[in-house]
């Protein structure tokens, strides 16, 4: 509840942003390459596997609002994806086990421009999970035959994650710009009594590159 709480209160501070003459916002949508960090391993508990980066949407909404020349503060609400993939080794089949969960997020992040046209950016990342779990797919030597098998595990994840951002943006054209994040999430991902082990913990960290418009 007191995760609630705050979540609210920063989203209401960042729509008193957005009212602000001097606000300036837009759109970003992009690509993420996403993992989870997994304590025991995979291999510890399940099958030998080779830990793999998974491609993951992004888009949302962003509100800038400076407080001096060369600074200010960035808001957003996106939409994220998030995830990683597990190639089980040791089976004549490609057989994959892969973790995914998607989010609601609120950044809050403080920004500086060194220099015109780029700006450096950190801070928090408040995050919701709408929907998560794990599929399991089966790829045998006939490529046009593909099982899958997967288990939503919404009522065993934990629904709210706090993350950290860092990043850049460099302008480009005008209004556009392209921009680099690394988020790393803090925050335990499962519950226990899952179809998981209860003594796994899992969190998420993301490499994301996208590109952005000023509306």
């Known amino acids: ?5 705050l979540l ?6 960042a729509v008193g942003v957005a009212f602000s003459a001097d606000m300036n916002y837009g759109i970003r949508t992009g690509l993420s390459l996403t993992s989870m960090s997994l304590d ?8 030998p596997a080779d830990d793999e980066m998974a491609v993951k949407f992004y888009a949302g909404l962003w509100m800038q609002y400076p407080l001096g020349e060369n600074m200010g503060l960035l808001a957003e609400l ?16 490609d057989v994959w086990f892969n973790l995914y969960g998607t989010f609601i ?3 809050v992040l403080f920004y500086y421009v060194p220099m015109e046209k780029m700006s450096l950016y950190a801070g928090p990342v408040f995050g919701y999970l709408l929907k998560g779990g794990y599929q399991q797919i089966f790829v045998n030597s006939d490529p046009d035959v593909t099982q899958y098998m997967g288990y939503d595990m919404g009522e065993f994840l934990n629904r709210f994650e706090l993350s950290a951002a860092v990043g850049a943006r460099y302008q480009f054209a005008g209004r556009y710009f392209g921009e680099l994040r690394y988020t790393l999430g803090f925050s335990d991902m499962f519950k226990e009594g899952g179809v998981l082990p209860d003594e796994l913990e899992g969190k998420t960290r ?10």
Do not use: C, H
């Open 1 to 5: 509840m007191k995760r609630l709480v």
């Open 40 to 47: 025991p391993e995979l291999d510890e508990w399940g099958p």
């Open 78 to 93: 996106n939409y994220v994806q998030k995830g990683d993939k597990n190639k089980i080794t040791g089976t004549p089949d």
């Open 8 to 13: 609210v209160v920063v989203a209401v501070m």
């Open 105 to 107: 997020e609120l950044p």
């Open 206 to 215: 993301a490499f994301s590159f996208g590109i952005g418009v000023q509306l």
